[in-house]
């Protein structure tokens, strides 16, 4: 039994050898497991480590392609804008060709066609005359600059005279320069600057030199010099409508100036206003509805005096022309820039208190003669062509005022008197002499009864001024100018 038992336990010891030997590998199993799984977890955390530097990547790579994206869209956009500012540009070029081509076909037909009157001749200077004229144009011969050149002051056969070259390089320049030539050498009136002569070569115009500037500078008292009194403003307010009114009734076709301010009216040494710069000016057209305009699509002119809608529809009639007259009348009036004198004025003509707007430095105005002048400027300034008036029935109302202003004589007014003292406002428009016994005839100028009478038993049926039609052939006694003639003759027997 004890032998048995023995043998069993050598078994059983066997066995436990055997057993520890199986743990043995089975913990060196496990313990090569368990490193095995600390290099996979490793592995694992570089791997994941690796992809959330790829997701980065990813999501940066993202980010630039939408970028990208962003940018070509805003490319595309602009290239867009580009091409459609080139189409617009392309557009304008091509109208300001046509303007340019149908500039050239009026100064065609304005030199082949009717005249205005009789060709008045000029001379043609060449490039080497206006070079010595003005010291090959130095700036000390300069009195002017603006976009369609300079001006220069010169000595031109023995006549001081202005010289205005225009810029070669602008497209309408040429065109603008014949047609100013077209119109000024077929039209004289002593309120229209004269045209000299030209240089073709140059495209430069040669007109009388005014030695007092524009009207603008004498406004603004530029160079010290003193402010125009009322009896001057007064009187370039008649000048100016007697210039408007011949050149709207001027035959075949009305003119239209077109870019009427103050810096296009010149003074001579009398302080006589002349209007200057043809330009852009155009005559009329009849339509088929009977009336007389110019149309383009390019509208032109000084923003603060162009009419409204010619600026909005093309469209150039004389009430344009009527328009920027009513904001010189307002401006000469109160002295404040164009684009607020209309609205300042109609805000005192509400309240009745015209005296707070009214310029001071051209002397104690009339009361009468500040209202009435307040309500033309008004009325021709309106923002509508159809309520503008006509100038011709506004004429009695503008010759009143400036008879009125006229016998407040003063070394001021010097200016509105002829060689022997006389108001030209005296002077019978046919005989030439002092009135005595002065009617107003149907286009509302006035005459010596025996003139007038004269001349429409002559068998005239137009006006001795504008050579237009006459209404009829009534005549009106002017028995207030009557009146101031006799008066003045007793004070200058």
Known sequence: MEILHSEEMEMILWRLDVLQ????????????????????????KIVKNELD?????????????????QQLISYKHEIEIVESRLDLLQEEYKKLQKERDNAVEEVKELRGGASYGSYVAFSEFSLLELQQATENFSNTHKIGEGGF????????????VAIKMLHPQSLQGRPEFEKEVAILSKVRHPNLVILIGTCSEKSALIYEYLPNGSLEDRLACQGGTPPLTWQMRTRIIGEICRALLFLHSSNPNPIVHGDLK???????????????????????????????LYFTENPRGTLAYIDPEFL???????????????????????GKPPSIVVADVEDVVETDSLHLIIDKSAGEWPFVQVKQLANLGLRCAQLRRRKRPDLQSEWKLVEALTIAASLSVSPSFKSSLDD??????FMCPIFQE?????????????????AIKGWLDSGHNTSPMTNLSLVHGELTPNYALRSAIQEWLVKHP
Not at 420 to 425: A, D, E, F, L, T
Request: some cysteine.
């Open 53 to 69: 530097l790829l997701r980065e990547e990813n999501a940066k790579l993202h980010m630039e392609r939408d970028n990208t994206v």
């Open 21 to 44: 030997e199986e743990f043995k590998k089975l913990q060196k199993e496990k313990d090569n497991a368990v490193k095995q799984e600390i290099l996979y977890k490793q592995e694992i």
């Open 312 to 334: 909005s529809r093309g469209e150039l009639t004389v009430k344009s022309d009527v328009y920027s007259f009513g904001i010189i009348i307002l401006q000469l009036l109160t």
């Open 262 to 292: 103050p810096a296009n009216i010149l003074l001579d040494a009398n302080l006589v206003s002349k209007i200057s710069d043809f330009g852009i000016s155009r005559p009329l057209i009849e339509t088929n509805t009977n009336t007389l």
């Open 149 to 160: 050149g300079c001006v220069y002051k010169g000595f031109l056969r023995n006549t001081v």
């Open 420 to 425: 022997k003292g006389v108001p030209s406002y």
């Open 434 to 450: 002092v009135m005595k016994d002065p009617h107003v005839a149907a286009d509302g100028y006035t005459y010596e009864a025996a």
